[in-house]
């Protein structure tokens, strides 16, 4: 069965500091995985996804995701972190080849400290 | 453009009473689906729709909750009789294949 693993529960980065988030999936086929990002209060917002074609995937507010095939993983980057980026992350894979219906990991929480 | 828009954005009820969550997608997509997050867990997928036909609804917990969604356009979550195990946020979304998938706010219910 399709499963995504997301190691960290919660996670503290200085200001400008780099950040990697790690997410690692289980599924038979060649996945869509997709990153989102929830601020208090807020919904989800998708922040980049991975369909097919270059593995490293640029998304919004300067953040990018490589996926490795045979690490089984997507992780989350940004090269310097700023005080808004505070806020749960979510990886998720599609159930099926047709990107519909979504397994997410249990999400991480990103805390930055000045 | 609109984004995906749910209401209410709170609602709190006592056990045994009826609820009824409401999702109106963006503009033009085919695909809603409704997902749920019980405190301290993940997201999970509830139903998925295809205009207004149900695509997939192996997510959907019990027979108490209902979601129709009148002429492919908004889509409704019924839940009757509410239990406590009820209580977490459930979002909405919607996507046009196989394009990204959106989410609305969510709507936190609490069972009392």
């Known amino acids: 069965a399709q499963s995504v693993t997301q190691p960290d529960i919660h996670i503290t980065v200085s200001e400008g500091a780099s950040l990697e988030l790690r997410c690692n999936y289980s599924y038979g086929a060649t996945p869509y995985l997709f990153w989102y990002v929830q601020s208090p209060g807020q919904g989800l917002q998708l922040l980049l996804k991975y369909f097919s074609g270059d593995t490293l995937v640029q998304g919004i507010k300067g953040f990018e995701a490589e996926f490795k095939r045979s690490q089984s993983s997507f992780n989350l980057r940004k090269p310097s972190v700023h005080w808004s980026d505070a806020a749960e992350y979510f990886c998720?894979?599609?159930?099926?080849?047709?990107?519909?219906?979504?397994?997410f990991g249990k999400g991480t929480t990103l805390s930055v400290s000045s | 453009e609109a984004g995906v828009t749910q209401f209410p954005s709170h609602s709190v009820i006592e056990k045994g009473q009826t609820v009824t969550l409401r999702c109106d997608p963006i503009s033009g997509h085919d695909n809603l689906y409704w997902y749920r997050r019980v405190m301290g867990k993940e997201i999970k997928f509830l139903l998925h729709f295809v205009k207004e036909s149900k695509q997939d609804e192996s997510g959907m917990p019990n027979n108490r909750f209902l979601a129709e969604r009148t002429g492919g356009t908004y889509s409704t979550l019924k839940v009757q009789p509410a239990e406590l195990e009820d209580s977490g946020v459930y979002f909405c979304a919607s996507s046009q294949d196989p394009g990204g998938v959106y989410f609305g706010p969510g709507t936190r219910l609490t069972v009392l």
């Open positions: 998720a894979v599609a159930r099926n080849q047709a990107g519909t219906a979504l397994i």
